[in-house]
């Protein structure tokens, strides 16, 4: 009850940021997290899967935990982790979440921990955007837009965030 409260209290702000906000600038806030750049893949055709990439900081205290989400884009939207056994990449569901601990900053990245849409209902094309909606243990559920970047991009977050006074 006290998740879908903060859903609906939530929503209508996201909204006037994501058509205040320029192009470029992407990110996203629910209660102490920020959602920085959430992204994925042009596909080259209706794929089985797609990923989703993105940056969480947890501005807040305390620990909170990103429980996965949903998509009218795909079936499912599920958190995978990257293994590498004898030389094999394998990815499986991450079971519990993903914890982002206090002033942490987490990255899904391509090779690492990524969202997974699973069984997407169209090919993804470069430069449209979907809206995917977050869910997090304590700061509850956003609707976040994610931008498709050409097949093979990499992170950009990085450059991003150099002359902001944030490198590590
Ligand atoms: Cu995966």
């Given at each position: 009850m006290a998740k879908f409260t903060s859903f609906r209290l939530v929503t209508p702000a996201v909204f006037l940021l994501t058509s205040a906000i320029?192009?470029?600038a992407h990110d996203f806030k629910v209660g102490d997290l920020k959602i920085d750049h959430p992204w994925s893949r042009a596909t080259p055709?209706?794929?089985?899967v797609a990923g989703g990439y993105v940056i969480v900081t947890n501005n807040g205290g305390e620990p909170d935990t990103l429980l996965g989400g949903t998509t009218p884009m795909a079936a499912k939207v599920e958190i995978h982790e990257s293994t590498m056994t004898d030389g094999v990449a394998r990815m499986r569901p991450l079971t519990g979440g993903l914890v982002i601990e206090p002033g942490k900053t987490v990255e899904l990245r391509p090779g690492g921990t990524h969202l997974m849409f699973v069984r997407p209902s169209r090919q993804l094309k470069e430069g449209e955007r979907f809206k995917v909606t977050l869910a997090f243990e304590k700061a509850g559920q956003v609707e976040v837009e994610f931008a498709v970047q050409g097949m093979g991009s990499q992170p950009t977050a990085k450059q991003e965030h150099e002359g902001h006074g944030k490198t590590e």
């Open positions: 320029s192009v470029s055709m209706v794929a089985p």
